[in-house]
T-cell receptor
Framework: AQSVTQPDIHITVSEGASLELRCNYS??????LFWYVQSPGQGLQLLLK??????LVQGIKGFEAEFKRSQSSFNLRKPSVHWSDAAEYFC?????????????FGTGTRLQVTL | GAVVSQHPSWVICKSGTSVKIECRSL??????MFWYRQFPKQSLMLMAT?????????EQGVEKDKFLINHASLTLSTLTVTSAHPEDSSFYIC????????????FGPGTRLTVL
C-alpha cells in the first residue's frame, strides 16, 4: 500500500525567506504526486502535480516541486514566502484508478510566516 | 474553474440522531466523488468513493451502515451519519472529479460535525 510522510509538522519562516517542505512517498510503481494547500474555511487547493515527464514541476502561487525517484521524494519549494502563504500543506500520492485517482495524504505541514 | 460546495459548513447534533451532509459540484458534472474525514491536526483519511448511479465503495474499516453515501446525480452526493455518537465528531470533506478534469479532484470547504 502506498504511504506519504511529511516529516515536519510545523515550520516557521520569515516573510521573504525561502521555503522547502519535505515529502517522501512509498509506492511500488510510478506515483502520481500532488501538493495541496488548505486554508481555514476553504477547500484544499491544488498547488501542483506530477504525473510524468519533467521532474521539476511549476505550480500556482510561485511554488515548485521536484520529483526525485532515487530519494522517493517530492519536496515543495518557494524562493520567497509571503505572509499569505501561511496555511496547512499536504502532500499526496495517487493511484490511477481509471476514472479518478484515489489519494493518500501525508499528515500535513503547518506553515507559519513571521513578518 | 471547478467549484465544489458543501452544506452545512458546520452542524451540532445530539447523540443518536442522524445528520446529512451535501456535496455539490457547481459548474461541472462529477462522475466520481470522494468523502474524506479529517481529525484535528491530522491528515485526510479517505472514507469512500462514489460513482454516479452506483453504490459507494468504502475503505477498509469504514462502516457502510454508519456512513450512508448516495450519489444520485452528477452534481450531488450526500453523506448521512446515522445514529451519530461523539466519536463521529470530525471534519468531513468531499471532493469531486469528472469528465475533462484530467483526474484532478476538486475539494469542498468541509463540514464540521460536533456530536454532543
Amino acid at each position: 500500500a502506498q504511504s506519504v510522510t511529511q516529516p515536519d509538522i510545523h515550520i516557521t519562516v520569515s516573510e521573504g525567506a525561502s521555503l522547502e517542505l519535505r515529502c517522501n512517498y512509498s509506492y511500488g510503481a510510478t506515483p502520481y504526486l500532488f501538493w495541496y494547500v488548505q486554508s481555514p474555511g476553504q477547500g484544499l487547493q491544488l498547488l501542483l502535480k506530477y504525473f510524468s515527464g519533467d521532474t521539476l514541476v511549476q505550480g500556482i502561487k510561485g511554488f515548485e516541486a521536484e520529483f526525485k525517484r532515487s530519494q522517493s521524494s517530492f519536496n515543495l519549494r518557494k524562493p520567497s514566502v509571503h505572509w499569505s502563504d501561511a496555511a496547512e500543506y499536504f502532500c499526496a500520492v495517487g493511484l490511477d484508478t481509471g476514472t479518478a485517482s484515489k489519494l493518500t495524504f501525508g499528515t500535513g505541514t503547518r506553515l507559519q510566516v513571521t513578518l | 474553474g471547478a467549484v465544489v460546495s458543501q452544506h452545512p459548513s458546520w452542524v451540532i447534533c445530539k447523540s443518536g440522531t442522524s445528520v446529512k451532509i451535501e456535496c455539490r459540484s457547481l459548474d461541472f458534472q462529477a462522475t466520481t466523488m470522494f468523502w474524506y474525514r479529517q481529525f484535528p491536526k491530522q491528515s485526510l483519511m479517505l472514507m469512500a468513493t462514489s460513482n454516479e448511479g452506483s453504490k459507494a465503495t468504502y475503505e477498509q474499516g469504514v462502516e457502510k451502515d454508519k456512513f450512508l453515501i448516495n450519489h444520485a446525480s452528477l452534481t450531488l452526493s450526500t453523506l448521512t451519519v446515522t445514529s451519530a455518537h461523539p466519536e463521529d465528531s470530525s471534519f468531513y470533506i468531499c471532493s469531486a472529479t469528472g469528465t475533462g478534469k484530467n483526474n484532478e479532484q476538486f475539494f469542498g470547504p468541509g463540514t464540521r460535525l460536533t456530536v454532543l
